[in-house]
């Protein structure tokens, strides 16, 4: 495999009213692909939009909530009304919650489910067949260096996002030899809106923060490999302590992980 060239291809991207999802947006966009922005906020992907229209491609924003049940179904539908021929995916969408599970509100938790874990993997089986038939683009998945050991006071968060880390490594071996590039992108604390969804602005552990850009970058420099790997973890300090965790007992991991998490919450 050569560095995938993505002018004339149309890259759909949950997500991209802020964060991850708008670097990725700009990043494919200045690579000349077309964009089909999704999220929940029209008046940013509106301006997004217009912003990216300055690199030649066409960007079309659809407002949709997909933290609802049956989202991905009537985003793939919406998608199709229009007539857009999606050639690439980014599921970047989601969000955390903090604190004890006995704790949490059940509809916010059934919502984090929903749009990390479900609708995704109905966004990926609603366009996997063409992105297949093309042969041609990219399937990234946004998971989370929370996915390589369970994480207390992110019980539910760390679980999704192993559900996706899991699914996706598998998908990029079903995908082999179709031409269709598949990664699990992996970051660590970044700066995003993710911390003031979350709710804790110190749950990221006192480790610092990377870019949204950065991670974007390590990602397509990731795909643009000859043999891409299943999956990435982003940042030196986060693959260390993301690898590091898997030479640890399951009950050091977790009380490893509590006592990180812990310091996050006082």
Do not use: C
């Amino acid at each position: 495999m050569s560095a995938v060239d993505y002018r004339g291809q149309t890259t759909l991207v949950t997500g991209a009213s802020a964060g991850i999802g708008v670097e990725f947006a700009r990043a494919l966009a200045e690579r000349g692909s077309d964009l089909v922005l999704v999220a929940r906020r029209r008046d940013r992907l509106e301006t997004l939009a217009a912003e990216l229209a300055g690199h030649g491609v066409r960007a079309t924003a659809i407002p949709l909530d997909l933290g609802v049940p049956g989202a991905g179904r009537a985003l793939a539908e919406e998608v199709g009304r229009r007539g857009l021929g999606v050639t690439g995916l980014v599921n970047n969408a989601g969000f955390g919650t903090f604190g004890p599970f006995h704790e949490a509100d059940p509809d916010r938790l059934a919502a984090q489910v929903t749009l990390n874990a479900v609708n995704l993997v109905e966004i990926s089986r609603a366009f996997v067949g063409r992105l297949r038939e093309e042969g041609r683009g990219v399937l990234v998945n946004v998971a989370s260096v929370a996915a390589y050991q369970p994480a207390p006071n992110l019980a539910v968060y760390a679980a999704t996002k192993a559900f996706v880390l899991s699914f996706t490594e598998a998908l990029w071996h079903e995908s082999r030899g179709t031409g269709l590039r598949v990664l699990a992108l992996s970051p660590g604390a970044t700066e995003t809106e993710f911390f003031d969804v979350l709710g804790n602005q110190g749950a990221d552990g006192g480790f610092g923060r990377q870019s949204p850009r950065a991670v974007v970058d390590t990602a397509l420099r990731v795909l643009d490999r000859r043999t891409p790997p299943p999956s990435v973890v982003s940042g030196r300090r986060n693959r260390v302590l993301s690898g590091g965790s898997r030479l640890l007992t399951r009950r050091r991991a977790v009380l490893v992980m509590g006592s990180v998490s812990g310091r996050g919450s006082r």
